[in-house]
């Protein structure tokens, strides 16, 4: 069955870079593209960018400058860096099944990121 | 585009029958889905393409709209159905509205 496993820390101290990895079984990388969707707590989810089927990325524009995110299919791993983190960074980071850019139709269990010294 | 939900909090009984609304501030054409999202849980998909059920999901469940206002109807709630619902609208980029948390009277 498809699944969907975001890993990476979950303190991030001001400043510096988060690193995630989502770790997918079920589909390929090469036919279905996959997201990155956040969410700072009790408020909307924020779609963040994305890794095409076909290698291509796409990033949302307030957050271009400083999001890059790639693929090793040979691991059917996923990755995003994000760098010069702030407080307003904080929330929960998604890892999305994203067929044609449209709906997200699954989703990790997600990762908590704090951004605090 | 933006989309503003409201209620943003709704209080019903069980039976009920419930609409949630979502606006956007342009057309949407019709591509537009919905969220159920449980406390502690990732978002899960209900609705997509305004009124297409997500395999899976209970028939209560219904999607309608055009244009820029779209509705989420629930036929007849069931106590598991108490969650933050999110409309999505992937027309013009990809943005979520701010929710509509729906609760037990």
């Known amino acids: 069955q498809v699944q969907l496993k975001e890993s990476g820390p979950g303190l991030v101290q001001p400043s510096e870079t988060l690193s995630l990895t989502c770790t997918v079984s079920?589909?390929?990388?090469?036919?279905?593209?996959v997201s990155w969707v956040r969410q700072p707590s009790g408020k909307g989810p924020e779609w963040m960018g994305r890794m095409w089927y076909d290698g291509d990325t796409a990033y949302n524009s307030a957050l271009k400058s400083r999001l890059s995110i790639s693929r090793d299919t040979s691991k059917n791993q996923v990755f995003l860096k994000m760098n010069s983190l702030q407080t307003d960074d904080t929330g929960t980071y998604y890892c999305?099944?994203?067929?044609?850019?449209?709906?997200?139709?699954?989703w990790g269990q997600g990762v908590m990121v704090t951004v605090s010294s | 585009i933006q989309l503003t939900q409201s209620p943003s909090l709704l209080s019903a009984s069980v039976g009920d029958r419930v609409t949630l609304s979502c606006k956007g501030s342009?057309?949407?054409?019709?591509?537009l889905a919905w969220y159920q999202q449980k406390l502690g849980e990732a978002p899960k998909l209900l609705i997509y393409n305004t009124n297409s059920l997500q395999t899976g999901i209970p028939s209560r469940f219904s999607g309608s709209g055009s244009g820029t206002d779209y509705t989420l109807t629930i036929s007849s709630l069931q106590p598991e159905d108490v969650a933050t619902y999110f409309c999505y609208q992937y027309n013009n980029g990809w943005t979520f509205g701010g929710g509509t948390k729906l609760e037990l009277k």
């Open positions: 999305t099944r994203d067929p044609a850019a449209y709906y997200f139709d699954y």
């Open positions: 079920g589909f390929s990388l090469t036919s279905y593209s």
């Open positions: 342009q057309n949407i054409n019709n591509y």
